[in-house]
């Protein structure tokens, strides 16, 4: 929360940060809330130790970015580093999934699944165990420096500093092996680089989760700013119901609530509120869609015996609906969630399809430039190539180049086999062959300056990889 002061003429925009203290809260979508942390987390911890098996002299841990071997591995799908689009094309499914969750439900992911979110959860946590609830860490932080204060302060540092390391290790070990190198980590054998990325990550994690928390949701992440354009009338968001609400004021519990609202500005909404918002005053930027305040003005409706809901997670339709004294429903089906859905199969179906077509072999051809042509004694042209074989599987294999395009075209493969039209070229597993090849062509039959050559390269299995580049000549 800021206090903003500003000097007309002076131009003075000092913003002093208060820290927000959050008030526990227990219902519905603070159980919710705990539920997700800890999935996110199990997922973020117990993922690296998935195995899969890929057969023998490939890694076999399920997620893995291994640099080394410049390899991505994610269960059954294997990626190079030239396969990066695949990359690309999942996080733009990524991104239109986020829109349509938002259209459909507002602002789930920042709610209950963002990291910002889960880790700042638990460092509240870890300050509310240890120094207590809203009032007690309020005034701890007012009180002078007492050997109680500091050995509070110390236990809430460390324990900070322990989850941030594990967030830390744990983002490593999808690097590496994470059986081997989680002892690493800990016998203080592994490389400078691990110790470096665990410290960055770690410490992003504690100076984010614990002190920028809000301050990253209202300046840092670029999704607060255009949540609104995801949304219309009918996705779910959270609202004060300031037609049944209004006018508010204090009451006593038994107290009639004939000819007055239903809220009793205790401000626990407000107090609960992990942005230090206050939702009556309408949809915010700042609302990260946690639901905490309806749990919280949930438990005080209890209390006075008033329906549940003044704080309600429903659709802009649904609200003026109900106070109207209609009766809300739910529209799921609408142009903009057909619209995300069509396009999430497209991007879903283009990935799969290219995913199971894709070549494991691919090729590479660069023509020799200095000189461009040879005329041999004979009175043979030649030309010269570099040819990359990448070989994508973990079996040596024996392949069969053939070319054509130019009659009596003759393959030679220096240091390897020779052949009118067609040769053999061998490249080692998981590895890139480079070969040498000349062309030569008889005087006769080259008659233009440059003519289209296609090579075919055909794997084992009869699958082939047409190439097309240009022979050199000296025209008639
Ligand atoms: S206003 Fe309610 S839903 Fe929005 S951030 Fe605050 S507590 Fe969470
Ligand atoms: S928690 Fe409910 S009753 Fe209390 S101030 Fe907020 S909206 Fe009003």
New binding site residues.
Partial sequence: MNKETTKSGGGSMYAETVKIQPRKVKGTFRSLKWWATVITLAFWHIAPFVRWDRGPGAPDQAILADMEGRRAYFFFIELWPQEVYYLTGLLLFAAILLFFISALAGRVWCGFLCWQTVYTDLFVWIEQVVIGDRNARIMFEKKPWTADKIVKKTIVQAAWIAVSAACGIAFTLFFEDAFKLLPQIFTLEASAGVYAFIAIIGGFCYLLAGYAREQVCLYMCPYSRFQSAMFDEHSLIIS?EDWR?EP?APARKGQSFDGRG?????????HVCPTGI???EGLQMACIGCAL?ID??NS??DKHGLPRG??SYDSQVNVASRAKGGHPGTKLVRTRTVLYTLLLTAIAGAIMLGLGTRSTTEVNILHERAPVFVQMSDGTIRNGYTYKILNMVREERSYSLKVSGIEGARLDVVGGESGVGETKLTVMPDEVGSFRIYVNVPEANVRDKTTPLFFTLIDPTGITVRSETLFAGPGQ
């Fill in positions: 004060y609400g508010r239903h809220c009793v500005d205790c401000k626990m909404c407000v206050d939702i009556r305040c919280a003005c005080i409706m003044l704080i």
